[in-house]
């Protein structure tokens, strides 16, 4: 019997990790194409289904970005701050990302 919950284990964890890495994706892809809303569906499951911590710090990370894009800043400071519990290196792009999700961000990480 124990046998058999291993295995089964063994087969479901790596299933959820696919599918939050397609999750993370699938959100990076609305992301690029503007699709927020879209976009902050996606990157939740990810968030929920992302074991490594690193990986879930980028997905918490890019869910708060999404949230900043739709002007709920309440949401993109939560999410901001579980990437930065998850990853306090973890930073935003000053390049690629908006002054002002830049300027939460790193708000956000100054008072954590």
């Not at 609305?30 to 927020?36: D, K, N, Q, V, Y």
């Not at 990986?55 to 309440?74: I, N, S, Y």
């Amino acid at each position: 019997m124990k046998l058999v919950v291993l295995i089964l284990l063994a087969l479901v964890v790596p299933a959820t990790a696919s599918a939050g890495e397609a999750s993370l994706k699938k959100g990076n892809e609305f992301m690029a194409r503007g699709e927020w809303k879209k976009a902050t569906k996606a990157l939740a499951r990810a968030t929920a289904k992302l074991k490594d911590t690193g990986r879930r710090a980028q997905a918490f990370k890019q869910l708060g970005l999404a949230h900043v894009e739709l002007k709920d800043l309440r949401a993109a400071e939560g999410a901001f701050s579980q990437a930065l519990t998850a990853d306090p290196l973890i930073d935003v792009d000053a390049k690629e990302d908006s002054p002002r999700a830049v300027a939460l961000f790193r708000g956000m990480r100054d008072r954590l």
